[in-house]
């Protein structure tokens, strides 16, 4: 069935994994990251671990709109468990603005923007990745990264960073019969990468908000998928188009659209 990659809270406060427009989840043979390799990674947090995103300025996160209710930022996480004393920052979220023209039927528009309560400290394990004026839409068959915490092939959530090379999908090919047969419709603001026809590479459950890294440049963020890791079903991402770019901005510089 779809997912979310999120971890979602449901009644007595008991943490589980939803599996509904397989947005963000764990990484799918992966393999751990070198610690603070990607310093931009953050960890986010209801009262447990729930999504991934990305540092884009000091007070700002770039995630998923479906990763509601985000309380806490933590920077300068590799792993989960350990107490990382002199790495880590942990920061309130002020305020969230999802885009104003999100579906989560449709799926269209996945993309949220934290605002946090003060200015992360760029260091050596904490340190912005911005955003460019323009990005180039990878073509198919190109490689790019994805990274988080989420689910494994073990099924649980992992405790330290992991990341894995997904293979870009033309649109066309991810909308046809076998693979998303339009449902939901795969348009060109998204961004199909998974496998590259023989392993499993892709994101799952826990991953939602995470970057999709091409050539090292942000080109999208983590959304949904069907399953993890189905050769045929590749993860979906939002892919950052011009219109994201002046939403972000727009947004960033104090006005919200």
């Not at 309380?71 to 942990?90: C, D, P, W």
Request: charged share 25%; with cysteine; glycine share 8%.
């Amino acid at each position: 069935m779809f997912m979310m990659r999120e971890f979602c809270v449901f009644s007595l406060c008991v943490f589980l994994l939803i599996v509904q427009s397989s947005h963000g989840s764990e990484i799918i043979e992966g393999k751990e990251v070198k610690p603070h390799s990607l310093p931009f990674m953050a960890l986010l947090k209801i009262k447990t671990p729930a999504c991934g995103g990305t540092l884009i300025d000091p007070k700002w996160i770039l995630t998923a709109a479906h990763c509601k209710k985000i309380k806490k930022v933590v920077l300068g996480v590799h792993s989960i468990k350990a107490k990382e004393t002199n790495s880590r920052q942990v920061l309130n979220v002020k305020k969230r603005y999802p885009h104003p023209s999100y579906d989560k039927k449709k799926d269209v528009n996945d993309l949220m923007l934290l605002q946090l309560d003060k200015p992360a400290k760029q260091t050596g394990t904490v340190k912005c990745l911005k955003l460019g004026n323009s990005i180039k839409d990878p073509k198919a068959g190109s490689t790019c990264l994805v990274a988080g915490w989420g689910k494994t092939e073990r099924k649980k959530m992992s405790d330290v960073l992991m990341s894995v090379n997904v293979t870009v999908v033309d649109r066309k090919k991810c909308n046809s019969y076998d693979y998303y047969n339009n449902k939901p419709v795969i348009t060109d603001s998204m961004i199909c990468a998974g496998s590259n026809g023989k392993n499993r590479a892709d994101t799952c459950q826990g991953d939602s908000g995470g970057p999709l890294l091409c050539n090292g440049v942000l080109v999208g963020v983590t959304s949904f998928g069907k399953g993890c890791g189905e050769i045929k079903k590749p993860g979906v991402y939002a892919f950052l188009t011009p219109s994201h770019l002046t939403w972000i901005k727009k947004t960033m510089n104090g006005g919200a659209m």
